[in-house]
Every structure is written in structure tokens, then in C-alpha cells.
């Protein structure tokens, strides 16, 4: 029975790296950019949710549309006022872009807020939903389920909408899609506020789940780039593949070997990246296959 509760937590939590690592692949999946100011925009989006819900006592999880519309916003003008000029530079100069601003971000939150963990603690903070002997949290236990919503939409969303394929056309081939009238750059600011604004979202939910501090973001950046390299860069049911295993093995070290979890989360990375290097869904470039 300790296993299946162990699994299920495993599972919720592994729906929430899912979450939070979609952004991150579908924006590279779009862009071909790394964005490492990820961590830096979960934070804010944290932070955010503590001082709302500190001053005004307001229900948290309320906050996931404002919070998602706002970072939406914020990554469409980071966009276009900087990446796109960045942008033909090459990779190494829209990762030092993206860099600067994750500092700048950081640097913020520490002046407003302190270098000083918060911790939003709603009522049903200390809850746990009993099924039988299974005993989940109620944070991860709602983050988890609101992940896995989230997550269903972003799939409609680009599967079905007019917008959602135009993305993918784009992501699986700039020059077709531009042959059809397809705009990069519309693409590319949609891609990108949607990948900010999932940061939005899983900002909340981290809120309620962990106590956050600006210079976690190094930690959650690092977790995500991790997650993505694992699924294969640009792949979302990579990142979703990939952020299960993670999320059960995590747990699982956390409850038997709490000390080494860290180690079991990377070395579980290491160990499929030796036999699968593109990924557990990415694609063999060219210089891959003549390799």
C-alpha cells in the first residue's frame, strides 16, 4: 500500500514538473530558444501569489488566471521588445539575454521581498484526502489535478484552434509554414507568452506546495532544463514522459534515501541520457546520424 501511495505522489508531482516544463520545450520548440529565465519567472509568479494572498487573505488558487495573463503579457513584450532583435545573433546571445533578465528578476524579488523564504499556508495547507490507506497532501493533490487541466487545455489548445496549429506547423517547419502565410514572428510571440504564462500558472501552484525564496529559481531552472533534455528538446509528451519518471523517482528517493533524492533525480537523467542522448522523444539531427 506504501507503494501505490508513494506512486501517487509521484505521479501528482511529476504533473506538476510536466506543467512547468511544457513552457520551456514549446518555446524552444518554436524559437530553437533556451529560455533560462523560467526559474526566474515561476518565482515572480510565486512571490506575487504570497503578497496577494499576505495582504488580503485572498484564496491562492483564484489567482491562476490573473497570475497566467500577466506572465502571458510579460513574456509577449520580452518578446518583442528584446528577444527579437537578439534573436538572429544566434543561440548563445538570446542565452545570455534570457541570463540577464532571470538576474534582473532576481534581483527585484530580493529587493521587495528579501532573500527570505515565503510560504503561503491556506487552510487547507496541513489537509491530507484519505482514500482507504492512501493519504495525499492536499496542496500536491490539487496542484497535481489543476497540472494535469492545465496541461489538457494547452493540448486542445494546440491541437484543435486555428493558432494552436499554425504553432506546430511552425515548430515542425518555419520555411513550409511561412510558404502558407504563416507569420514567425505572430508564432513566436504566441509560443513564448504561452510558455511564460504556464510559468504563471505553476507559479501559483508551487506557492502552496513549497516555500519559495528569489534564489530558488536556480534550482527550478535547473530542474526543468533537466526534465526538457531528458524528453528530447522541443517534444511536449517528451516533457511529460520525462517529468513522470522524474516526479516518481523523486519520490521514492525522497521517502527511502531523503539525503540522495537530488542524486537519484539527475543520476536518473545521466543514466537514460547514456543510451538515449537525443531524448526520450527527441530526433537525431543530421550531424547526429553522420556522428
Known sequence: MQFIQILAFGLLLGGVYALLASGVTLIFGVLDVVNVAQGAFLVFSALFTWQIWDLFGFEPLLLIPLNGLLMGLLGWAIYRGMLVRVAPQGPGMTVLLM????????????????????????SYYLSSFNFGDIVLPMPQLISGILAFITLGLIY????????????????????GAALVGIS????????????????????????IMYPIFPATQYDWISRLLGIVVLGGFGS??????????????????????????????????????LFRPQGLMGTKTREDVVA
Open 156 to 175: 486542445a489548445y494546440l491541437r484543435f484552434s486555428w493558432a494552436g496549429r499554425a504553432l506546430r506547423a511552425s515548430a515542425q517547419n518555419k520555411e
Open 184 to 207: 514567425q514572428r505572430s508564432a513566436a510571440s504566441l509560443a513564448f507568452a504561452i510558455g511564460a504564462a504556464t510559468a504563471g500558472v505553476g507559479g501559483v501552484l508551487l506557492a
Open 99 to 122: 541570463f540577464g533578465i532571470a538576474l534582473i528578476l532576481e534581483g527585484i524579488l530580493n529587493l521587495w521581498f528579501g532573500n527570505k523564504f515565503k510560504s503561503v499556508t491556506p
Open 236 to 273: 511536449i509528451p517528451g516533457a511529460i514522459t520525462g517529468a513522470m519518471i522524474l516526479g516518481v523517482t523523486e519520490a521514492f528517493a525522497n521517502t527511502y534515501l531523503p539525503q540522495w533524492s537530488s542524486l537519484f533525480f539527475y543520476g536518473a537523467i545521466l543514466l537514460i541520457l
